[in-house]
């Protein structure tokens, strides 16, 4: 949930350090300085490693394998160009460094990727050297000394100062900023394109032109003439001329998906493959671009909003899927307004990138998710950055508010409650993280503590060895559970009813042991802190069977006439 050094996990690929900035919204009070640093320094490390691994699984020089490396990546975004660029930059400095059997380490403090802050322990992935630190690290310096001609890129850090990434790096900052479609012609906040967020995070635009035709919308004029609701339902029956959109929707009462998360909702996921040596091919990273223009999320197949069937073969369908199933006139009526580092205290920023008229459109269904960065930072201690009780129920008020005067009557809103994330150690700490898995040599626990010592830790609250901490931050989020349980209970709204539901983690977990699967497979094995798209289906479908028993009116009812849809309209314009 917490975002900063996640992005440059991607690293191996093409080490684009500045995109810790772009795609890290995560609003931390920290110096930026610091960030910048730790999250500088795991990139350095992930991509060292992954180029002594491939030499190593390849049976290759180092030289071979930084080429190997770079001729995996597509060429798309410049993806290709940039790092031929950074190993003709910094490739002869890591050659000597690693033929005299440094550690990625030590290759990265001797190119001051990594930095040791003066009275700072020296932040490390591996065991540190046999012999004394400053001995190694000026051993090191010394070898290097000549080669280091170019230190940064026309003496600047930053990758995105380069003429042809420049481009590419202002739409992702915009988009990352502004929460809206990057592409987007008539300014309705819908896209006919995928990234940036376009339809990949809410539903596709049918008509780009016309603000006035969107997903969510009621029908103008039963849609006689056109989609206005992009439903992919329109035209009139030849045999009665009665229009479709009247025949097969009035009465089924319409409704869309909303959910206001954090990286979590929008499915945050970095494939093993393009950190894990034994696993790369050509076809490793097809799907870099596509990702990195959704800020390293995949919400088309997140257990909110997902929209393609999952890629893990479970059967389990994300909410939006089965609310479609339930009644096809929900077609593209979706918005995932996740953010990478979003939490209560933040969510004002961004929440004006909804896209609901009270007037003329459909009721929707909103899920507030933001299930982690109220107790999750990577400061050494992160208690007093949490957000207390009291913060936190008057923020989750505010924002109710704001959707009381931006929902339609008739919608519903599902408070979700936060984690106990001490699974997270005790189901990872002792077992190898991808990086460690050729050599077992490194271990989440090293993971962990490595990101802590940086204060880039996603969650350092959950993800460190000390079990106090672990149970002080599962606590602080048990007070902010309970919290939104007090407003569920206590408070009305006159356009939206309200609901409470736990993220009973526990559950999924034993029911996924149940079926004969691990519960590591419910984490993201990259990070170490995100809940797998398995388990985000799991997620849903555990949420929807309490709302089907409990609050089955928030559904709406099942459409009688799916199947005549279906038969005349096909997909309906697809997704």
């Not at 030590?106 to 591996?126: A, I, N, R, S």
């Not at 997140?302 to 909410?319: D, R, W």
């Not at 077992?431 to 990101?451: A, I, K, W």
Request: charged share 20%; with cysteine; net charge neutral.
């Amino acid at each position: 949930m917490k975002s900063p050094w996640e992005v440059l996990l991607a690293a191996p690929l093409l080490l684009l350090l500045p995109l810790h900035t772009s795609a890290s919204p995560a609003y931390d009070d920290r110096p930026h300085a610091t960030r910048s640093n730790g999250h500088t320094c795991v990139a350095c490390v992930v991509v060292v490693s992954v180029i002594e691994q491939l030499a190593q699984v390849h049976n290759s020089t180092v030289q071979a394998s930084m080429k190997r490396l770079c001729d995996y990546l597509p060429e798309k975004l410049f993806l290709k160009t940039t790092c031929y660029l950074v190993v003709h930059v910094y490739g002869p400095s890591i050659l000597k460094l690693l033929a005299a059997k440094m550690t990625a380490d030590v290759v990265c403090h001797t190119l001051e990727f990594c930095q040791q802050d003066p009275g700072q322990p020296v932040c490390h992935l591996y065991p540190l050297p046999k012999a004394p630190w400053k001995f190694t690290l000026a051993k090191a310096r010394q070898m290097v000394k000549k080669s280091l001609t170019a230190k940064h890129f026309g003496g600047s850090t930053d990758i995105c100062s380069l003429p042809f990434l420049a481009k590419i790096c202002q739409k992702i900052k915009w988009t990352i900023k502004n929460s809206v479609p990057f592409r987007d012609v008539d300014s309705d906040k819908y896209s006919v394109s995928p990234t940036l967020r376009g339809y990949h995070w809410r539903g596709r635009d049918c008509n780009d032109g016309d603000p006035t035709a969107t997903p969510g919308r009621r029908p103008d004029h039963w849609d006689a003439l056109r989609d206005s609701n992009c439903n992919g339902i329109w035209g009139v029956d030849p045999e009665d001329r009665i229009p479709y959109e009247k025949k097969f929707c009035e009465g089924s009462e319409p409704r869309g998906i909303v959910l206001l998360g954090d990286s979590a909702g929008a499915h945050f996921h970095i494939p093993p493959e393009w950190l894990t040596a034994s696993q790369m091919s050509l076809k490793s990273f097809f799907d870099l671009p596509t990702a990195l223009t959704d800020e390293l999320n995949w919400p088309q197949l997140s257990g909110a909003t997902g929209f393609l069937n999952s890629t893990s073969g479970i059967k389990e369908k994300s909410i939006y899927l089965r609310l479609r199933q339930r009644n096809r006139c929900n077609h593209r009526d979706y918005q995932n307004l996740s953010k990478n580092g979003a939490s209560s205290r933040n969510l004002k920023k961004f929440i004006e990138s909804l896209s609901r008229n009270p007037v003329s459109d459909h009721p929707a269904i909103v899920i507030y998710a933001m299930i982690g960065n109220d107790v999750c930072n990577g400061r050494i201690d992160p208690v007093p950055k949490m957000t207390t009780p009291e913060q936190f129920y008057s923020n989750v008020m505010e924002t109710l508010k704001y959707l009381n005067s931006h929902l339609p009557n008739g919608s519903h809103v599902i408070l979700y409650g936060l984690p106990d994330g001490t699974f997270l150690w005790d189901t990872l700490h002792n077992r190898y993280h991808p990086l460690g898995q050729l050599n077992e040599d490194v271990t989440y626990e090293q993971l962990y503590s490595f990101l802590g010592c940086l204060q880039v830790s996603p969650c350092h609250g959950w993800m460190s060895s000390n079990k106090t901490l672990r149970t002080l931050t599962s606590q602080r989020a048990e007070q902010l559970s309970q919290a939104l349980k007090r407003i569920a209970a206590s408070k009305t709204f006159t356009t939206f009813d309200l609901f409470y539901a736990d993220f009973d983690f526990q559950e999924i977990m034993k029911k996924w042991q149940k079926r004969g699967g691990q519960p590591w497979q419910l984490i993201e094995p990259i990070d170490g802190f995100h809940p797998s798209e398995v388990a985000l289906l799991l997620l849903a479908d555990s949420l929807w069977d309490k709302v089907q028993h409990q609050w089955p009116q928030v559904l709406g009812k099942e459409n009688p006439f799916n199947a005549q849809i279906e038969q005349v309209f096909g997909d309906q314009g697809g997704h």
